[in-house]
């Protein structure tokens, strides 16, 4: 069992930045693959950014390319998204996830991911 629990969203006005947080325990850390992935109203949920267990495999969303970040911290058992220029199209509930890979590093598909947290919402205002 990984618990996951998200922290660092808010409302934000277009044009600006968050930094989302992602607590782990249970398992360790830096045994997964770690993603994000978000949720908008009326909306399939889809992957957002993912990244390797050691941090040096990274995969990312072509809408949040460039102007996103993810990253992790194995000693505090912690991942990060950091997000920038924040677009009204961004708004949505933003969940980590962990995943136990072995045939490659970073996954962007769902399924593949064992163990969710409940999600922060993110509001960007235009």
């Known amino acids: 069992q990984v618990i996951l629990v998200e922290s660092g969203g808010g409302l934000v006005q277009a044009g600006g930045s968050l930094r989302l947080s992602c607590a782990a325990s249970?398992?360790?850390?830096?045994?997964?693959?770690m993603g994000w992935f978000r949720q908008a109203p009326g909306k399939e949920r889809e992957f957002v950014a993912a990244i390797s267990w050691s941090g040096s495999s990274t995969a990312y969303l072509d809408s949040v390319k460039g102007r996103s970040t993810i990253s992790r911290d194995n000693s505090k058992n912690t991942m990060y998204l950091q997000m920038t220029s924040l677009k009204s199209e961004d708004t949505a509930v933003y969940y980590c996830a962990a995943a136990r890979l072995y045939a490659k590093p970073v996954s962007t598909t769902a399924d593949e991911y064992g163990f969710w947290g409940r999600g922060t919402q993110v509001t960007v205002s235009s």
């Open positions: 249970g398992r360790t850390f830096s045994d997964y693959t």
